[in-house]
């Protein structure tokens, strides 16, 4: 069984040796890099001493346990789990699952004191994954989630001086700086920000003018006018100090706020670039919901999008969860025995195995053309128009009606395979909202470097390396996208077309 391979090589694996006995807290389990994290801690470190579950209980469930039971254990991810050990995955999660209900976002996670210092007492480590992702989110929500809550992780930490704090947070943190960007705290882009002495940037007041504004939109709307209002100035906030959407500010935000609070105590930061399916564990492809790329995979693959603004030799960077996984446990073996430091890494693929945007729309495109009916919940028939990336000025004039040079307008809707405007423009909707949310990402003129991460690994010796590979130049990029994400994408993320059903004539008609 794998668990008594992965007890057998302890004594050559540093990390398992320093997972030993531990107990860990983690959020956001109920999300996809979570539930990975979750699965590999539970299938190669057999001998970890617990596992402590934060999850808020919904409607459906009152407790964390019983909201476990039924979204978190039952998924897909742990298949290769209950094939190889079924006996052996129950037993873990009735003996070392221990599930709390409460909220991250809530002072104390919304628990008694008492039972919040007896959880601080009772930890190691903590490895926060819980996120709002949703680029376009509210900024008060955004807020809460992304920066606010990390109040709520360092007080954890403030209760347990010796515990050691893993905060995964994103290589877009980055914002609209450009170049080559290293594993260090990120300046701001644009808009100037206090810098301590220390290196973080002094974001109190900053927060504090962003919740005056939230207030005050809050004092003369309601409803959907509100949150429509809430989203437009968490875009407007995030741009105008140099960042791109709400997600990536408020998830430096965070960042500031963590580092400065933790400072002389133990603090690991694993950014992620792009996260999309495993390239091998727990199954290759595995994937949980549709991603960044996917989306724009998706709107092709159903032909609502034919143009998208991007540069095809700019560098797209994806990474397969998996190696973000492995990246999360091995800094959090390192913090463990090496506590009272800082440090940051990037699990990303774009300084050690480039992919352009180019030629992961070549790869999308060929695999499309002679196996699509393979991938039968992503196509529904054979694509019968190309991709096109073009640069942003002219993606705005044509999407936005502008008259074009003829001859230029012609060349492009020829190579779309269109003989009139109409049906170029017919899907523009979906076109601009994509273009919108994820135009900054297919443009990129950065390049995330992982160096600290590619030495944290070496230094973990050649067991840890096998059993938590992190680094990207493993992956193959035409056989990752065309056979194990595509394949992922179509067996995990999407279901089966619906078939429509038709009224017979006796039928009485129902109001839409």
């Known amino acids: 069984m794998e668990n008594d391979q992965a007890a057998a090589g302890m004594a050559t694996s540093q990390v398992l040796g320093r997972l030993k006995g531990k107990r860990v807290l983690i959020t956001g389990t109920s999300g996809f890099l979570g539930k990975v994290v979750l699965e590999k801690l539970m299938r190669t470190v057999p001998d970890i001493g617990g596992i402590y579950l934060l999850i808020r209980a919904n409607r459906r469930h009152s407790d964390a346990r019983s909201r476990f039971l039924a979204e978190v254990a039952t998924s897909s991810v742990f298949d290769r789990m209950r094939e190889n050990d079924s006996d052996g995955f129950e037993s873990f999660i009735a003996e070392k699952i221990h599930c709390i209900t409460g909220e991250v976002t809530e002072p104390s996670f919304g628990i008694a004191d008492e039972h919040f210092q007896e959880l601080a007492g009772d930890l190691d480590a903590v490895i926060n994954s819980a996120a709002s992702v949703n680029f376009q989110e509210a900024l008060d929500q955004a807020l809460m989630i992304n920066t606010l809550c990390l109040n709520n992780i360092a007080e954890l930490a403030h209760r347990n001086p010796e515990l050691a704090v893993l905060q995964v947070s994103t290589c877009y943190v980055n914002g609209m700086n450009s170049g080559q960007v290293a594993e260090t705290i990120i300046k701001p882009a644009k808009k100037s920000i206090p810098r301590s002495e220390h290196g973080y940037y002094e974001v109190d007041a900053l927060i504090r003018s962003l919740q005056k504004k939230i207030d005050d939109e809050r004092a003369g709307y309601t409803g959907k006018a509100l949150e429509k209002r809430l989203v437009e100035l968490g875009l407007r906030e995030a741009r105008r100090y140099g960042w791109s959407d709400t997600y990536t500010f408020t998830k430096w935000l965070g960042e500031q706020l963590l580092v400065k609070a933790l400072h002389g105590r133990s603090l690991t930061?694993?950014?992620?670039?792009?996260?999309?399916?495993?390239?091998?564990?727990?199954?290759?492809?595995?994937?949980?919901?549709?991603?960044?790329?996917?989306?724009?995979?998706?709107?092709y693959a159903r032909e609502k999008?034919?143009?998208?603004?991007?540069?095809?030799?700019?560098?797209?960077?994806?990474?397969?969860?998996?190696?973000?996984?492995?990246s999360i446990i091995l800094a959090l073996a390192e913090a463990l025995v090496e506590p009272d430091a800082h440090r940051i890494y990037q699990c990303c693929s774009g300084s050690s195995n480039p992919v352009t945007i180019g030629e992961f729309i070549d790869h999308l495109i060929a695999e499309a053309k002679v196996n699509y009916a393979a991938y039968d919940h992503l196509f529904y028939r054979k694509p019968t128009k190309p991709f096109i990336a073009v640069n942003r000025t002219l993606f705005d004039l044509v999407v936005s009606g502008v008259r074009l040079p003829l001859s230029l307008t012609n060349g492009v809707l020829k190579r779309l395979g269109s003989s009139s405007d109409l049906k170029l423009l017919r899907n523009l909707k979906t076109t601009q909202?994509?273009?919108?949310?994820?135009?900054?990402?297919?443009?990129?003129?950065?390049?995330?470097?992982?160096?600290?991460?590619?030495?944290?690994?070496?230094?973990?010796?050649?067991?840890?390396?096998?059993?938590?590979?992190?680094?990207?130049?493993?992956i193959v990029w035409e056989a990752y996208l065309r056979k194990i994400h595509l394949a992922g994408l179509n067996r995990y993320a999407l279901k089966a077309r619906k078939t429509p059903r038709f009224k017979s004539k006796q039928q009485p008609k129902r109001a839409a």
């Open 269 to 299: 930061i694993v950014r992620p670039s792009i996260i999309e399916s495993a390239l091998e564990e727990p199954a290759a492809g595995w994937i949980e919901g549709v991603k960044v790329a996917d989306a724009i995979i998706l709107a």
């Open 433 to 474: 909202s994509l273009a919108t949310i994820f135009g900054f990402y297919t443009s990129p003129d950065y390049i995330f470097r992982n160096d600290e991460l590619l030495a944290l690994a070496k230094r973990s010796g050649d067991v840890d390396e096998s059993l938590f590979p992190v680094d990207a130049r493993a």
């Open 305 to 326: 999008v034919s143009l998208f603004p991007g540069e095809r030799s700019g560098v797209i960077d994806v990474i397969p969860v998996d190696l973000v996984a492995n």
